[in-house]
């Protein structure tokens, strides 16, 4: 999923300079993407009730996630292809089969790791979109380098997920019974939430998207416009990567019994400092310091809200996970064309997207106050 959601941000300079996109077509070309990862994540959240209405069996999470795997990697491989009129209907539909894959994967290997009474272990899963980022990341590198042509790249980021798959492919087998509802661990939230806290979380989740979508699409280009000439440049994304999987797995070491939400509200505290920090600090330092701060607590997020949603709506796990998606999704698509706008209405690229980072900084800040009056409107059950 590292690799097909988030390969073209450190391809976009290649292909900006290679003239095959402007600002403009890249930031559309991004929201495309994000759109069919909302298109996918409400597809998941309605699917048992769609194939209920057409009386088509049930499918088990591990075959759904070997089908978005592999629609993956087929079509991270076909952006290759020079006929740009397609490149959205790609991405687009990437952004579905990267959401089905994200769902699905989440809800297999959390009902497992809750039947093993390791649920704060799912921390580690969430590690594998900071390898796929890192990996891409120094990929890309390596391209610019060598002066590879963008094609080239996306051949080898396909190949490259390709290789991932066949190596995880085995270990999802059959699982009909991971469709029986589980009770939820009561950890931070009484099991089976109220309809207003389950809504709160969802909007606040949203807003996660919108938070850090902007520097996870422009972090290459920004520093760019920053610091024009550095031979650093191209090394903030993989670092962002690391410092996502480093997260994710620091995640998982933190005891089950603490509240997600007051995790919630330090992961949102800190992606914010790490989304700003390059407006007051637009130096090497700054960029180094906010790619770390903004990849720890990203796949965190995504866990501990995962979590959070299972307490708060049991009976259905794949619908609240799907729901959380839709959610992060569609503040992901808002935020490309936000920063697009900011872009033609500023006197030059770096106020525009500065105006762009201190509004997504903002939304971080929002959500960490949401959460924290979650916790004051409902005690722990």
Not at 62 to 70: A, C
Not at 236 to 248: E, Q
Not at 279 to 288: C, D, E, M, Q, S
Not at 292 to 317: C, D, E, K, N, Y
Request: glycine share 10%; hydrophobic share 55%.
């Amino acid at each position: 999923m590292g690799i097909g959601r988030f390969a073209f941000t450190p391809l976009m300079p290649v292909m900006l300079q290679q003239g095959l996109l402007d600002i403009a077509a890249a930031s559309w070309l991004a929201s495309a993407n994000y759109l069919g990862y909302l298109v996918g994540a409400l597809l998941c959240t309605f699917q048992p009730a769609l194939w209920a209405r057409w009386s088509w069996p049930a499918l088990a999470s591990s075959t759904m996630v070997k089908v978005g795997l592999t629609l993956t990697c087929v079509l991270t491989a076909a952006m290759a292809i020079d006929i740009r009129s397609a490149w959205p209907a790609l991405r687009f539909i990437t952004g579905i089969t990267t959401a089905i894959g994200f769902v699905y994967t989440s809800t297999w290997c959390l009902a497992h790791l809750a039947r093993l009474n390791r649920p704060s272990a799912g921390g580690i899963v969430y590690m594998g979109p900071g390898i796929g980022i890192a990996s891409s990341g120094l990929l890309a590198s390596v391209m610019v380098q060598v002066a590879w042509p963008a094609s080239w790249g996306w051949i080898a980021f396909g190949v490259l997920a390709l290789i991932i798959t066949a190596l995880v492919w085995p270990v999802f087998r059959h699982d009909n019974d991971l469709h029986t509802p589980t009770t939820a661990n009561a950890t931070g939230a009484a099991a089976g939430g109220t309809t207003t806290e389950k809504a709160t979380l969802v909007i606040a989740y949203g807003l996660a998207g919108f938070g850090y979508i902007i520097t996870a699409t422009f972090l290459p280009v920004i520093a760019r416009s920053a610091l024009p000439g550095s031979i650093w440049l191209d090394l903030f994304w993989p670092l962002l990567g690391i410092a996502v999987a480093c997260g994710a797995l620091l995640a998982s070491r933190i005891p089950a019994r603490i509240d997600q939400r007051s995790l919630l509200i330090g992961c949102y505290l800190m992606q914010s400092l790490g989304v700003v920090i390059v407006n007051w600090i637009p130096t090497l330092k700054g960029f180094a310091i906010g790619s770390v701060l903004v990849g720890l607590p990203f796949t965190a997020i995504t866990f501990f809200a995962m979590q959070l949603g299972r307490q708060l709506h049991p009976q259905s796990a794949p619908a609240i996970i799907g729901l959380l998606s839709g959610a992060f999704a569609f503040g992901q698509i808002i935020g490309p064309p936000v920063a697009a706008a900011m872009l033609a209405r500023a006197s030059n690229h770096a106020t525009g997207f500065a105006w762009a980072i201190d509004m997504a900084a903002a939304s971080l800040l929002l959500g960490a106050g949401l959460y924290f009056w979650m916790i004051k409107r409902f005690k722990t059950g």
